[in-house]
């Protein structure tokens, strides 16, 4: 296999660290590897910078992820490069998305074998990008008030459980907005009704497995989008069952459809895009850039 530069996190805990110690094992089988740690967007950069020719690994979750295709895409290097990835974070949402292994050795394995395969991006107004998803409302707040219970269980091997934690407390007193939603230039919902939670999805998941937009393909040209109305008790309680049970998008106080371009007005609120919290804020809009880069699947 051709030379691999493998980037992973400079912060990464002792866990992460023997995990990847496991998949380098299995990598340098077959391959040059050489092996970067960041902690910064200079250091990425200069990473980067000399990376030549060769395949990209992102080792570690969808944080890590976005934050090298996010450089890439400001360099304007993206759509030239193929990359990989190692899927040692917490949640792995964009890894469950594409049927990677989540077991470092497998991953590894699989990388080694697998094909280059287009992947779409989300990219905002401000040229921003997003790999897997970006949700606004309740799934934000949850996001908020689990990244606390993420940073103080993360030390014990238990991280995945913050955002599981923040949607449990923020049920109980969850933000109802009034907002505007557009999908390609049409109404969805206007600021008439209150909106429990809105999501756009490149891939399925958020939070290590919670399917907010459960048909999502990455490769298929379309953001998947996912608007909830859920806003009484009952109505919240049935929602959450059907989330869980993953069939939420058949619910009459449910929308999903399919769009290339996306916005959201009205009043503030939160959102939460790969991970990363942001807001508050009154409009936001994003549009799908197709096979934007190249990533290695099985």
């Not at 950069?45 to 976005?66: E, F, K, Q, T, W």
């Not at 058949?250 to 916005?263: G, M, P, S, Y």
Request: with cysteine.
């Amino acid at each position: 296999m051709d030379p691999l530069l493998l980037i992973t996190n400079t912060d990464a805990g002792g866990a992460q660290h023997d995990a990847l110690e496991v998949a380098l094992g299995v990598l340098r089988e077959d391959a040059d590897v050489e092996v970067a740690t960041t902690s910064n967007p200079g250091e990425l950069d200069g990473v980067l910078h000399r990376a030549g020719c060769r395949s990209i690994v992102v080792a570690g979750g969808d944080g890590s992820l976005h934050a090298v295709v996010s450089a890439l895409h400001r360099r304007h290097e993206l759509a030239e490069r193929t990359l990989g990835l190692i899927p040692l974070g917490t949640g792995n949402d964009f890894a469950r998305a594409l049927g990677l292994p989540l077991d470092p050795a497998e991953a590894a394995a699989a990388l080694l074998a697998g094909t280059p395969r287009r992947m779409d991006l989300i990219v905002d107004e401000l040229g921003g990008v997003v790999v897997n998803s970006v949700h606004a409302g309740a799934s934000a707040q949850a996001s908020r008030r689990g990244a606390r219970w993420k940073e103080r269980l993360g030390p014990y091997g238990f991280g995945i459980l913050g955002y599981p934690i923040g949607a449990a407390l923020s049920s109980i007193k969850p933000p109802f907005v009034r907002l505007r939603i557009e999908a390609d230039g049409e109404v969805v919902s206007d600021m008439d009704k209150h909106i429990l939670m809105v999501a756009i999805g490149n891939g399925t998941s958020v939070g290590g497995g919670t399917e907010l937009t459960p048909d999502a393909d990455p490769s298929d040209g379309r953001l998947d989008v996912m608007v909830s109305m859920a806003t009484g008790p009952l109505e919240r309680f049935g929602y959450a069952w059907h989330l869980r049970e993953g069939d939420h998008t058949e619910r009459d106080d449910v929308i999903a459809l399919r769009a290339k371009q996306v916005t959201i007005s009205g009043e503030d609120f939160f959102l939460a895009a790969d991970g990363e919290i942001s807001g508050p804020e009154r409009r936001r809009s994003w549009h799908l850039e197709p096979g934007a880069y190249a990533l290695l699947v099985p």
